[in-house]
């Protein structure tokens, strides 16, 4: 009978302890960023705690999120591009949080890779605090997992778990009526969706990640992952300042899937194509594949990140809130009495 070898160690299998400690001391300070009023303790607990009472609340509902960045993710490790998607993922949750009417109070991360480098990984937690400052919420924990065997070499995956208040009663949308007005307020590119159809449309360009973009400088690996615009503070501002009776956050479906979403079932929307011009991105992308408009603004956003509809007599308060806040604003139409988006004028 042979002897049985010992002193195996998890390291051997695959799993580095002190890497994954490495980078919890990393990050500490990313996450120490992003405290705001309700945090009650740091990294490393079992759990995290988060004081509703502290961050202001008296009859506070909650509001939760979750997201990934989908495959956005593989051009990012493509081109070794990674600090963006921690925005991107931030983004993806807490926009959908305000569309509600909430605040984002909290985010936690999960971070998955077969082996970890701690540096890949160190530079998107950094991103993810990055836009939890920008969004005024604080990262309070998150966890990172370490699965040989799961993933290829260098690959990783990412998802986001947000959670908001409201005082009871303020939930968002309300009131939402024929009339009312539509602003577009302006994306930053393709946000966070959409990425298995630009990937093919790349593909068949023949351009490669660092070829020269063709509609903006740097590269097209570089323009691609552009990350998603956080529309949280100017929402938040809008909708205090009275007149927003609804938001959507406008994602994977685009302006026919997202903005539905948010009327009444016997209204409808009336949208103006001719508002505003589509940006390089996403006339090349459509050049590319020779895709119909039908199909663009039901994949992508193409330049409309977040729709605010608002009370017609303060349409141009909302607006003028939303540009001092830093956001270019255009008027896309109205809500109608009739269900179903009327596009009008060419998507140009």
Known sequence: MSERKNGLTYAQAGVDIDAGNALVERIKPAAK???RPGVMAGLGG???LFDLKQAGYDDPVLVAATDGVGTKLRIAIDTGLV???GIDLVAMCVNDLVCQGAEPLFFLDYFATGKLDTETAAQVVEGI???CVRSGCALIGGETAEMPGMYGD????LAGFAVGAMERGAALPDGVAEGDVLLGVASSGVHSNGYSLVRKLVELSGLGWDAPCPWADGTLGE???APTRLYVKPALEAVRGGGVHALAHITGGGLTENLPRVLPEDCGAEIDLSAW???GVFAWLQQQGGIEASEMLK???CGIGLVVVTAADQAESVAATLREAGETVVTLGKVTGRPGIAYSGSLA
């Open 277 to 279: 011009e589509l940006p």
């Open 299 to 301: 994949t992508f956003n």
């Open 83 to 85: 600090s963006g998607v």
């Open 129 to 131: 605090a990055e836009g």
């Open 33 to 35: 960023r992003t405290n």
């Open 223 to 225: 323009a691609l992952l």
């Open 154 to 157: 260098g690959d990783f995956d």
């Open 46 to 48: 079992f759990g995290a």
